[in-house]
């Protein structure tokens, strides 16, 4: 046997195959040319067994059949390989100053606009959770304030649950639309997020037990920013100091979203005992920017 058995014939059969990806589209055929490659070049590396490449077929067929309309399982299969946060990562570049983006997730859903300040906390989550303010400003990349900026809001409760997933919820919990005003200045009345772990019922949850993974995301608020004459900007704020801001299973955290939530006892922000307050500043990149 050769050191690479067959190599000269698998070169042959790649050639053919991207001979024959062809069509009007040239971004389909560059698409489609670079996935034929890499696969090959996965088959050509790890040699998979006929057994082995029919179960990777029908683990992904089984995620087809746990996606509904409200489960995405391919989403979160691309999530949990890191493949969203690399999409996330060659679409988002821009000046230093920006706010990062960061992955989306699945729980997002529409928010009841909300005024600014707005307690946005209005389950039994409120008497159990430790009361916190998110706050700061959404300006562009020089600093200047941007009024009209419309900010989408939601997160997880103190026990790391979304309102879909917890009838103890009401509908629009933890979430809120917010619009700035001409100091471009934001801020919320909720309870501090809870780490939570990603769906692990599905083939996703087998593959992280199969590859000792934990399924664990670190504490965070998700944000949208929408602002004319900006571009859009979907990112996560993550609660300094928790355990998983190392490992979360969605590769989602930059070290510049990373906010303190310290102890306030200052009267602001309306609240009437201790708190957590939390700034985060937003700084969007004008559409038309270059970089
Ligand atoms: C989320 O933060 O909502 C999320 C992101 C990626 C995978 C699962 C959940
Ligand atoms: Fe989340």
Request: hydrophobic share 40%; charged share 25%.
């Amino acid at each position: 046997m050769t050191a690479n058995p067959g190599s000269e014939r698998l070169d042959a059969l790649l050639a053919q195959v991207l001979d024959s990806v062809g069509g009007p589209d040239p971004r389909v055929r560059e698409l489609v040319g670079g996935l034929v490659t890499h696969l090959h070049a996965f088959v050509r590396e790890t040699r998979p067994t006929e057994a082995e490449w029919l179960r990777a077929v029908d683990f992904l067929v089984r995620v087809g059949h746990t996606c509904t309309d409200t489960r995405n399982e391919f989403i979160l299969l691309s999530d949990m390989l890191g493949v969203t946060s690399a999409v996330d990562e060659v679409n988002h570049t821009g000046p230093a100053t920006m706010t990062p983006s960061s992955v989306e997730g699945p729980f997002h859903s529409p928010a009841p606009v909300r005024p600014m300040g707005a307690w946005i906390a209005e389950g039994p989550e409120r008497e159990r959770g430790e009361p916190a303010v998110v706050h700061g400003r959404v300006t562009d990349c020089d600093g200047v304030p941007v009024a009209g900026a419309v900010l989408d809001v939601w997160q997880a409760n103190d026990t790391g649950l979304y309102d879909s997933q917890d009838a103890e919820q009401p509908d629009g919990n933890l979430r809120a639309l917010l619009t700035t005003g001409d100091d471009g200045a934001y801020w919320f009345r909720t309870v501090k997020p809870s780490s939570y772990p990603v769906p692990t019922d599905g083939p996703v949850g087998e593959l992280l037990r199969a590859v000792g993974r934990h399924p664990m995301r670190p504490a965070h608020v998700h944000i949208k920013v929408a602002a004319a004459g900006h571009r859009p900007l979907t990112t996560h704020i993550f609660v300094a100091g928790d355990p998983y801001l190392g490992s979360d299973a969605a590769f989602a955290v930059k070290d510049a979203l990373i906010a303190d939530f310290l102890p306030s006892d200052q009267a602001r922000f309306g609240m009437d005992g201790p708190f957590l307050a939390a700034e985060f500043d937003i700084r969007l990149v004008k559409e038309g920017d270059p970089r």
